[in-house]
C-alpha cells in the first residue's frame, strides 16, 4: 500500500496530497474542494536560477543539486482530464486554468 501525505487547507478550501508514484518519484497533487478558489494555487521557487519552461512544456527549476523537470500539469473537472501548461508570472509558477469551467465543481 502507498502512503500519502494530505496537508489539509494549505489553501482556503484546498489540499496537498503528497505521495510516490511507481518509481518512486515524489509527486503531488492539489485536491480543491467545491466554492474553493484555484486561482489561489501558487508555486515560489527560490534561491536557484529562474525557472523556465522548455519546449515540450515541462517546468525546470535547477539549483545546485541539480535539476528538476515536471511534466505539463493535468487537471481534472468531474472525472474528465483537462491538459493544461505551467505559467510563469511575478516570480510565482501558476497553472493555466483557462479551460476550467467555474461554473462547475
Keep these: 500500500m502507498k502512503k500519502k ?57 535547477k539549483n545546485s543539486f541539480g535539476e528538476i523537470k515536471e511534466a505539463p500539469p493535468v487537471l481534472f473537472q468531474n472525472n474528465q482530464r483537462i491538459d493544461s501548461k505551467w505559467l510563469i508570472a511575478d516570480d510565482y509558477i501558476t497553472v493555466d486554468l483557462s479551460s476550467v469551467n467555474s461554473n462547475s465543481p
Excluded: T
Excluded at 11 to 35: A, M, P, R, S
Design 5 to 61: 501525505i494530505i496537508v489539509k487547507d494549505v489553501y482556503k478550501g484546498i489540499d496537498w496530497i503528497l505521495y510516490y508514484d511507481k518509481e518512486n518519484n515524489l509527486k503531488y497533487d492539489f485536491y480543491v474542494h467545491e466554492n474553493a478558489d484555484p486561482h489561489q494555487i501558487k508555486i515560489e521557487y527560490s534561491g536557484q536560477a529562474p525557472p523556465f519552461i522548455d519546449n515540450e512544456g515541462n517546468l525546470i527549476v
